[in-house]
């Protein structure tokens, strides 16, 4: 799974905290999906990994994205 708008997206669903503000000037590029720093840089919130489990889970039992790291 590479992250991407999509994903942060949809790591911004509602939470019970108020997630903390992002700073702007900190924000990379991200150019394996431009569309993704834009989006940040809108919302101006973080996203949290743990709102996408199921699809990381999924990824995890696929095997993807493929392991690096020989044996």
């Known amino acids: 799974m590479a992250y991407d708008n999509p994903d942060y997206t949809a790591g911004l669903h509602p939470a019970l905290?108020?997630?903390d503000v992002l700073d702007p000037d900190r924000l990379g590029s991200?150019?394996?999906d431009?569309?993704?720093a834009a989006a940040m840089r809108v919302s101006g919130r973080p996203a949290y990994e743990e709102a996408l489990i199921e699809e990381l889970l999924a990824d995890i039992r696929r095997?993807?994205?493929p392991s690096s790291v020989s044996t």
Do not use: A, N
């Open 17 to 19: 905290f108020e997630p």
């Open 63 to 65: 095997g993807s994205p």
């Open 30 to 32: 991200t150019p394996w």
């Open 34 to 36: 431009p569309p993704l």
